[in-house]
């Protein structure tokens, strides 16, 4: 079923971005205002802070096994993995196959930590994405051995429909774990979290070994029609996790905890255009973040009235900046919205894959360090879920915080963020 290579050369991309072959350091950029969509989908550019890899086996090894920081809230946390099927469509990738077939990662609250600590990856899905950056001086399973901070066996806490519950979206060729250290804060802080695997996107592994690798990347032509695709495959995704969870006989035996009235979603890069996706397919989905990607989905004249958060770089994602796509879509955005942009921030600041590679000694953002980018990530996602499905005031939004003097409030009609 095709193959992991994806045609768009990477060759100038930072190390890291290679070495875990997640995405690259830009958002996509199919189409916005400023011109037509581009031939080869998402942009690969260099990174302003290039890594150094000339070593980077011995910088693994000085470094030890990669892990991820320890979430901030109160809770352990659990996880567990759950294959799905939605037999009530073929899969748009692979139209031979007639099921749409997923792996979701969910996290929890935890009773107590368990035993069993929770791989970040299997085995395959890591070589497979190391062979694809053309990675030969690091061991193929290096990021399977990523230690995590949740456990599989961690019995879930909480009262029926206690949970709010948040979908994540990673970037496209991203897989469903590149978003764990977010995934896993949020569960710390008594969220239910589910990440997706949008399959044929990326390296999948199904149960019984089975792996499914990255089709759609194989489409020569990434136009508009292309990240149409992409999006209505999300959005249809989506709906059909939160039919598996909240439905009366549910794929997860504790899926009683979810509050089925309190959902909101997360994308990073593509995942962010498939948060406006989902929600205009789905109202279930009652807010939503868009994580520094090109939105590709545009939200119609009749407007969008749930709240919605814009968080990205202020190098690409300041109103009227390199990426106009967002001022398209702020002026149909009709509820509560904010345009947040990060000083110094690269687009993988906001996932595992900056702090992930500046361990293993590939990776540097002098600009912004990856473990400040990666509390400032988490700190605002969750005051955003916090005020939309807890009620909770959040400052944060309100005007710019000491604390982080990064992070820039945009007034988008004056095209200034302070």
Not at 111 to 123: H, Q
Not at 326 to 354: C, M, P, Y
Not at 383 to 406: G, N, V, Y
């Amino acid at each position: 079923m095709g193959h992991v290579m994806n045609p768009t050369p990477r060759r100038g991309v930072i190390a890291v971005a290679a070495l875990l072959a997640f995405a690259a350091v830009t958002s996509c950029a199919p189409a916005s205002a400023a011109g037509p969509a581009r031939a080869d989908g998402p942009a690969r550019t260099t990174s302003p802070n290039p890594a150094r890899p000339a070593s980077a086996g011995q910088a693994s090894l000085r470094s030890g096994t990669p892990y991820l920081p320890k979430p901030t809230g109160s809770q352990p946390v659990g996880t567990t993995s759950l294959y799905l099927k939605d037999t009530s469509r073929a899969d748009p990738w692979v139209p031979s196959v007639k099921a749409r077939e997923l792996m979701v990662s969910l996290w929890y609250p935890a009773k107590s930590r368990g035993r069993k600590p929770a791989p970040y990856m299997t085995p395959k899905e890591s070589e497979l994405l190391m062979k694809e950056g053309e990675i030969t001086d690091l061991p193929l399973d290096l990021l399977s051995k990523t230690r995590t901070n949740a456990t599989t066996d961690a019995e879930p806490a909480g009262r029926r429909r206690g949970l709010p519950l948040v979908v994540l979206s990673t970037g496209f060729t991203e897989p469903r774990s590149s978003l764990t250290a977010l995934a896993e804060d949020l569960a710390s802080r008594g969220y239910a979290v589910v990440s997706i695997g949008h399959t044929y996107e990326t390296a999948t592994s199904f149960p019984g070994g089975r792996i499914t690798t990255c089709v759609a990347c194989e489409v020569k032509e990434k136009n508009q029609t292309f990240w149409d695709k992409v999006g209505a495959t999300r959005a249809a995704d989506v709906s059909f996790v939160l039919d598996a969870l909240t439905r009366a006989h549910p794929q997860w035996k504790s899926a009683a905890l979810i509050d089925p009235s309190r959902i909101a979603m997360a994308g990073h890069s593509a995942g962010g255009a498939s948060a406006v996706a989902a929600m205009l397919k789905d109202p279930r989905v009652r807010a939503g973040i868009d994580i520094d990607g090109t939105a590709f989905v545009p939200v119609p004249k009749s407007g969008l009235s749930r709240p919605f958060l814009f968080l990205g770089t202020q190098a690409k994602h300041s109103p009227g900046g390199k990426d106009v796509s967002w001022d398209g879509v702020w002026q149909n955005l009709t509820g509560w919205k904010r345009w947040l942009v990060v000083a110094g921030a690269e687009h993988v600041s906001f996932t595992d894959i900056a702090v992930l590679g500046a361990q293993i000694g590939i990776y540097r953002n002098a600009d912004l360090p990856p473990a400040r980018s990666m509390g400032i990530t988490r700190t605002y996602v969750a005051a955003f879920f916090d005020l939309h499905l807890r009620t909770k005031p959040q400052p944060l939004f309100d005007e710019r915080s000491p604390r982080f003097p990064e992070v820039k409030l945009c007034e988008v009609e004056q095209k200034a963020c302070a």
